[in-house]
């Protein structure tokens, strides 16, 4: 694997406390060629747990940046950032595509009602994934984002796969063709499927769609495998995984 994408660092909370240098370093010893640092996105005022707060991100790519220059000629460093689409924040994208981060990926842990409210509070989260599908949707057409992560994770509290989700699946699979988006197939869902976790991350019904979608499509679409790494030791697992996934059908 010559590029280790999807890599989160210290600064979303939920990872370790390793530095960014650390994680270039293992990614080096692993033989890739390029890393891509993708930090839970920061909003203004520090709306949201569990990610970067506002005030470090200038300090993250600062970092980052020094640290290409470091390694210039080793490894090639991609300083991202993974975000939520929220429509009230369609200035603050913006903002963000105009300080050149690549590559801003779509994120969609939660979505955004039209009253402004987020889903994390709604008390029933069954339909979770209509908002997240919708939001997502959307996002890819606001020519901000180039990729989107683990876009199947959103059915993960649906037990039994439906026309239902067939029809907004190929809605976004349709999307992410129009706009030239690719589709993260994201080993952490893949490693909670192989290790059979109750969690259902990893949807096969929707990657088969994919694969469907692009025996006929003009435009196929286009996948990258993300590592979704918050650790060094992380990297390191989910390398195991990669040859499983690529041989997936």
Known sequence: ???????????????????????????????????????????????????????????????????????????????????????????????????????????????????GTYSFDDKDKSDEYIGCCNAMIEGMKTGYFNIVAHPDRFFRRCKKWTQELTDISNKLIDTASQYNIILEKNLSSYEKHIEKSHHIFWRKEFWDLVELYNQTASNPIKTIIGFDAHSTEHMIKRMEFIELLNQEK
Request: net charge negative.
């Open 1 to 115: 694997m010559k590029h280790i994408f999807h890599v989160h660092t210290f600064r979303c909370k939920h990872g370790s406390n390793e530095s960014d240098e650390e994680f270039i370093k293992e990614a080096l010893s692993l033989g890739a060629e390029k890393i891509t640092f993708t930090e839970h996105c920061p909003f203004p005022e520090n709306p949201f747990n569990n990610r970067m707060e506002i005030e470090q991100l200038s300090e993250y790519i600062e970092s980052l940046k020094n640290l290409q220059i470091k390694y210039q000629g080793l490894i090639q460093i991609e300083t991202g950032l993974e975000v939520e689409f929220l429509p009230s924040m369609i200035n603050y994208y913006k903002y963000l595509y105009e300080l050149n981060l690549h590559p801003l990926i779509i994120g969609q842990h939660f979505f955004q009602h039209p009253d």
